[in-house]
């Protein structure tokens, strides 16, 4: 009979603004893509017919737009514990990644120009591990800031060298 505890999703779920912020990526990147469609069917097809892929394409974008965001957020979330950090992320398929402290190599705080914008930051741990590193993004600046340091002195507390 086995006795491990069953894998559970992580407690903590990313700043709601991480929403708005993924709405916006995701509306430039499908302008962006549906720009070049475009601009390939003004080339490739007879006029009369474009008017129609145009809505076409971007009621895809829209649609892309508003249902990504929040598939991801429901889905984003992250734990630390005083062994382990805990990840899930996707929208399409889900990836669940456990790294732990004495595994953790450097801890990094990042913030792109669109993730100051809506006070968010990320958190990249590196590890001792072949499938790279763990990111939790969507975070709070300050909490991001803070888990920076808590991360830091328990990877710090662990004996070894994180190989």
């Known amino acids: 009979m086995d006795t491990s505890p069953a894998l559970r999703d992580p407690r903590e779920r990313v700043s709601p603004r991480a929403r708005s912020l993924w709405h916006v990526t995701a509306s430039l990147e499908g302008l962006l893509i549906a720009g070049v469609l475009l601009v390939a069917l003004a ?42 950090v805990y990840t899930q992320v996707g929208w399409w398929s889900r990836e669940r990644r456990i790294a732990p402290m004495s595994r953790i190599q450097t801890v990094d705080h990042a913030e792109g120009p669109l993730e100051r914008a809506f006070g968010l930051a990320r958190v990249t741990i590196t590890t001792a591990s072949a499938a790279g590193a763990v990111e939790i993004a969507g975070l709070d600046r300050d909490r991001a800031r803070h888990l920076v340091e808590e991360l830091t002195v328990k990877a710090d507390a662990e004996p070894g060298d994180a190989t």
């Open 43 to 84: 080339v490739l097809t007879p006029v009369d017919v474009t008017w129609w892929l145009v809505l076409v394409v971007l009621a895809l974008v829209a649609a892309y737009a508003v249902l990504v965001p929040r598939w991801r957020y429901a889905v984003h979330r992250w734990e630390v514990t005083d062994t382990a």
